[in-house]
């Protein structure tokens, strides 16, 4: 067990791929890899992290102690946090010998925190990952914010919850502070895929106009508390949508083409083709596409719409990759978007399923 050095947090569905992308530091001759689901394996040396996180989320320097009791880790954990950093411990319990992890957490928690050492239950400065097999105790420390962020979500999922209209809209948030976007850069953002609305409904609360493109219905009620919207549906949906809209609110305008006043929320009610990115009429500072199509036709999208997008706008694009290999999703949006877009940076963030997330921003033509 001595040769265990490093924790490698990962998702279990990049694991396999990972371990061909991916080198780990190269000290000791084992490392040790915990991915969500708790599997716990050893792997080459030769793996170490390089570059950018894309796989996984996070990587810390474990700690290895026998243990008789679990009350005795208390003061080996404690001296290796760093004075003034609030903490926070999770428990992964590899050998089910205790019926509750989080009564562990409480009790360790309880014998550690001290005026150097608080707890925090809402975004500790760190996070100790605690893993424990039969009666030997491995432990790392994470406190950069992505890791922190990482473990938090990841184990303890529920309390991470809000009241978001899809579940995308809480992978938008996590984009926006793992690429560390600057939105007040932006007054109006294009959302391409934008059913049910809940990337919508993230620009909207943060004060910006949006324009989104989808054939599917948004949650209109809901989106209205922002500001007057107006729906631009294809013409053999024209009446329908205005009996919709007249049910849920007269704030709510349904428009033969793009408007030519202002409005906080316009939503192009049809897919979106070449056509579409013609009609929109001006230049934004944003563009997003999570649309439920191959990462080649999301790609495709954001080349399309290239020119609507201002020189130094932003790009967030998600690249569903399902069963295919993350590397060729990777490749092929690296060397397809490079010619308008720059500062190319995919991560695979906790909220992402079978998907990555890409962030660039736009360059001059």
Partial sequence: MADFTYILLSDHRFIKEAK?????PSKGTTELIIDKYTRIFTVPSKLAIDGQQIFTYSLMQANTAEFSEIGSLSALISESLKPGLSFRIFLIDASSQFERNRDIEIKLGEQI?????PVKLDNPDCAVL????D?????????????????????????????????????????IERFRIDLSTVDTCIDVGAAPGGWTDLMLRNGKRVIAIDKGELEYKRLRRYGQIAIVPEPEE??????????IDTGITVCQGMPEQEFMLVHI???????????????????LVDSNTHYTESIKCALALADSVKAGGLLVLTL???NHKPTQAIDYAASELSASYGDIAIKKLVKDRRELT???KKISP
């Avoid at 925190?113 to 050492?117: A, C, I, R, T, V």
């Fill in 320 to 322: 569903k990759i399902n």
């Fill in 113 to 117: 925190e001290s005026e150097e050492h």
């Fill in 358 to 360: 890409l962030f660039a």
């Fill in 20 to 24: 061909s992308e991916i080198s780990l």
């Fill in 269 to 287: 009610k049809s897919n979106f083709g070449e056509e579409t990115a013609k009609t929109l009429g001006r230049r934004v500072e944003m563009l």
């Fill in 238 to 247: 024209l009446d329908k949508m205005k009996k919709i809209s007249g049910t």
């Fill in 130 to 133: 605690l893993i424990i097999k």
């Fill in 135 to 175: 009666s030997f105790a491995i432990f790392g420390i994470a406190e950069d914010p992505e890791s922190v962020h990482a473990i938090c979500t990841i184990f303890r999922p529920g309390q991470s919850k809000k009241d978001y209209i899809s579940r995308s809209e809480g992978k938008l948030e996590e984009a």
